[in-house]
């Protein structure tokens, strides 16, 4: 039991160690994000253009690679559907919507010297929640 | 004519995309980072909470649009942010 515990301890304090060594980075962000309409059979969607504030880590074990893991929260979008023959449809799903999400990836960054352009694939899971429906007022 | 009552529930989405920017280091410790993500976000139905539905259809206006219906919701994203270096640099 001794020895395992030991053996613990210096695995951990050699992984530390390496993370330590590398290169970890913190990532802090933000900026628009804009939605094109959506099309669907009888109607379209439309998600209001918002900003949206992102934090994650970039870990780099090369120079040339990386690896991505962000959180990000767009800030309370507007959404409704809308169709050609009636307003109503817009009255009725029209909402203030949570929409979050985590992001994990890889990236390649070109090997240049001053700035480093970088193109990357990323995948994740989107959380959306209704907040707010339209006030009463509105309604017909 | 009244609005339903409904429930705010929610939903999780399976997304993917790319992204491509570039970094700039402007002092020993941080970089400044430019990007721009194209986030796909496929097969979300119309009757759910992106629409202001809940988890089981309801307050779906179907009397109106008919059938509910999926696309795939595609979203751009740029972003202008900092990146503090934890570690050691790679050169």
Known sequence: MKSITFLLVFLISFRFSAISQSNLQVLVSGGPTFTPKIKYNNSAGYISTVVTGSLGLVYRPVSTFGFELKFSDLSHPTSYLKNDTSNTVKIYTTSQIVLQRILAGFNYYLPLKSIKPFLGVITGATYAQTTQTAPQSSII | ?91
């Open chain 2, 1 to 91: 004519m009244l609005k339903p009552p409904k429930l705010h529930l929610n939903l999780q989405s399976f997304n993917w995309g790319f992204q491509t920017g570039a970094t700039l280091d402007i002092a020993k410790s941080v970089v400044l980072r430019l990007d721009a993500c194209a986030v796909f976000i496929p097969n979300v139905s119309n009757n759910t909470s992106y629409f202001d539905a809940a988890a089981d259809g309801s307050g779906f206006p179907s009397f109106i649009i008919g059938n509910p219906s999926s696309a795939t919701i595609i979203q751009w994203n740029i972003n202008l942010g900092l990146l503090i270096n934890l570690g050691k640099r790679n050169k």
